[in-house]
């Protein structure tokens, strides 16, 4: 992949002299969904899958990025002097959301760069393959240009900041977060509201992790999504007339009981419903993952599902055809959607005896009913971006 890409990056820019390799992972939350932009906990991990890209300083205020998995947009120039979201831009208005991003912060870039990239985490299905950009970008940008007082933690937040006030989705910071703090075989226990982190060992000796590509996208993802955070910011700010909270996460399954009525508008009650119980199972599956439990861990799983599916609306039919299917598979330990919803993948734990049977049964099962062909992985878990050529 690298030489490949040094090939490509020599071929459109002359040469890849002084050009650097870099590599941003894409992530898969095992649960935890939709509570990030409510002040709650995820816990994702990191792909092996991800964006490579190769790029080098200019000497103008010129930015050139290209992909090679959208070949036929070639390359799509920019300048410093015009940081604006355009559609001619397409792809490139992420890395060039994360270059606005630093120029908000007070990091301006006072010349260009050429960037080339390559991915393999599957478009359109929920694994954060814009996320795996953005980091990419801020590693790039601080590695070029020697900008030591950035961190990790901090490339996740102007890579968020770029994606709600650049490229307009008001996205929690689960994905950029993972993405950037990603550990090799550790799932991350993040607490949003505070951004304290802890890093959990994910050895499972008698399971695999296995992602499921149902292959749908259903186009009101973005619409939909902004529609979710308005609706909990609705009911939080209901609440916040009674009580002396911050976010839904600040609320306990029974404090929410004991106050749901002040939420005057049912829909509302019902997505607050579950980013007040999601934190909750998701401080849970983290505690009795800790203790090797398993099983309980599936279970969580398995009522997250339901919660996103019910009260949050944000499943779709093929999703839920997935994830009846693997509940009536033997040897599921447990399954549901991943990520931001309207189609995706889900994410399975699956016993490793059960591996082969189940990818072939819920194969077959899918196609059947709704024509699509499912695609399956594994889940390797790897670190988090970084240069790779050292
Ligand atoms: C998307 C968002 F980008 C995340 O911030 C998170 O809200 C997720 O959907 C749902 O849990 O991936």
Redesign the pocket.
Known sequence: MKQRLYEKFAGLFSDATDAHFYFSPGRV?LI??????NGGH?FPCTLTLGTYGVARRRNDRLMHFYSCNLYNIGIVEASLDDLTNKDSYHWANYPLGVVWAFAQKGYKLKQGFDLVVWGNIPKGA?L?S??SLEVLTGVVLVDLFDIQTLSPVDLALLG?YS?NNFND?S??????FAVAMGKKDHAIFLDTSSLNYEYAPIQLKDAKIIITNSKVKHSLVSSA?NDR?RECAEALADLKTKLPISSLGDLTPEEFEKNKDCIRDDLHRKRAKHAVYENQRTITAAAVLKKGDITQFGQLMNQSHVSLRDDYE?SCEEIDILTDLAWKTPGVIGSRI????FGGCTVSLVKNEAVSAFIETIKDAYREKTGYEAEFYTVDIGDGASRLDD
């Open positions: 939350n935890g969904e939709h509570t990030d932009y995820v929920g954060s814009s996320a968020q994606e989705c996205c929690g910071i689960m994905d950029q999504y955070y944000v991943t990520g931001g919803g």
